[in-house]
């Protein structure tokens, strides 16, 4: 199964859409235990512009991270709080 082919109940996204995007969600939606990060909670590594600044050293649950259809779901929402806020939905979590 192709990971970036959005289930039933979700529409389409584009296929084009491969790679990491940069939008921070992966970084501050789920719990990474490895760095002792809450749900929900924007990893303390995350900068402003939601790049990773330990990214060279992160931990191998992150380096092993790949995006899927759930990128192009929240990417493109207009603040990290949006992406975190659509990627808890999708998933079914709460804070």
Known sequence: MDRFTAPPDYP?????IRDCTGCGA???APDI????KPLGVACVHLDTD??????????PVCQNYQPDWVCGEV?????????V???LEIYGLDT
């Not at 235990?33 to 002792?36: G, R, S």
């Not at 990417?75 to 992406?83: G, K, N, V």
């Open 26 to 28: 992966c970084c501050a």
């Open 85 to 87: 806020g659509r990627f």
């Open 12 to 16: 389409p996204r584009s296929q084009s």
């Open 75 to 83: 990417a493109f929402l207009p603040t990290l709080e949006a992406r």
């Open 33 to 36: 235990h490895a760095l002792d």
């Open 50 to 59: 939601c790049r990773c600044q330990i990214y060279a050293s992160r931990p």
